[in-house]
């Protein structure tokens, strides 16, 4: 079975700091793919990232960036400079390839950036 | 290009009724998935549609039903009602039964009284 920890519950920041989620996940399948989604408050899940197992690359998006280390199951996401926009739920997810299975989301991590 | 849309926005029911929930996919996209998003916590998996098919389920009980239509939309029934059945429920559309990608909608927010 697969899990996904997202340990930090809420993070509260002022703008311009710079934050980082974390992200560890469990898995027995050397072949997975890892997912962060962000929530702002109208609900909808927005795709920000996806890396699969074989890619240990860290990437960088303009102000986000992420850092995979197969070494401790982590995915971290970091946001660089926060603006108030980046204020939402973020998730991690885990699924392995194919259809027959089932993502798993991490319960998320709120972030809150204050002006 | 429209993308996944889901209706209603809000529902307020009473515990013992029936819901349907409605999405209609992605243009281009054929499978449908939905989740369940309980207050601070993370979607849940409900069950995801292909070639008007349930495929693949998650724990959930057999009081949560779909159906996908041959323009690939779907829904998603619930009878009985519980309390606990009060949630975010999202739909998330893919190109495909075994593609990684999914978009998701902005959801149906039901409560249960």
């Known amino acids: 079975a697969q899990k996904v920890t997202q340990a930090q519950t809420e993070i509260s920041v002022v703008e311009k700091e710079d934050v980082t989620l974390d992200c560890v996940y469990e898995t027995r399948d050397t072949t997975y793919y890892l997912f962060w989604y962000k929530q702002p408050p109208s609900g909808e899940l927005v795709f920000l990232i996806r890396?699969?197992?074989?890619?240990?690359q860290n990437e960088i998006s303009g102000r986000y960036s992420w850092n995979f280390q197969k070494s401790t199951s982590s995915f971290n996401f970091t946001i660089t400079a926060s603006q108030v926009v980046d204020s939402a739920v973020y998730f991690c997810?885990?699924?392995?390839?194919?259809?027959?299975?089932?993502?798993?989301f991490g319960r998320g991590t709120s972030l809150i950036v204050h002006p | 290009d429209a993308g996944v849309t889901q209706s209603p926005t809000h529902l307020i029911k009473t515990r013992g009724q029936q819901v349907t929930l409605r999405c209609s996919p992605k243009?281009?996209?054929?499978?449908v998935s939905w989740y369940q998003q309980a207050l601070g916590q993370g979607p849940q998996f409900i069950f995801q549609?292909?070639?008007?098919?349930?495929?693949q389920r998650g724990n959930f009980p057999d009081r949560f039903s779909g159906h996908q239509f041959p323009n690939y939309s779907s829904e998603l029934n619930v009878n009985a009602l519980l309390l606990g059945d009060s949630a975010l429920y999202l739909c998330?559309?893919?190109?495909?039964?075994?593609?990684?990608?999914?978009?998701f909608g902005p959801g149906t927010r039901l409560t249960v009284t």
């Open positions: 998330a559309s893919s190109p495909g039964f075994s593609s990684y990608e999914q978009y």
């Open positions: 549609y292909y070639e008007e098919e349930e495929r």
């Open positions: 997810a885990l699924k392995l390839p194919g259809g027959s299975y089932i993502p798993t």
């Open positions: 243009s281009g996209h054929d499978t």
């Open positions: 890396r699969n197992s074989f890619d240990e």
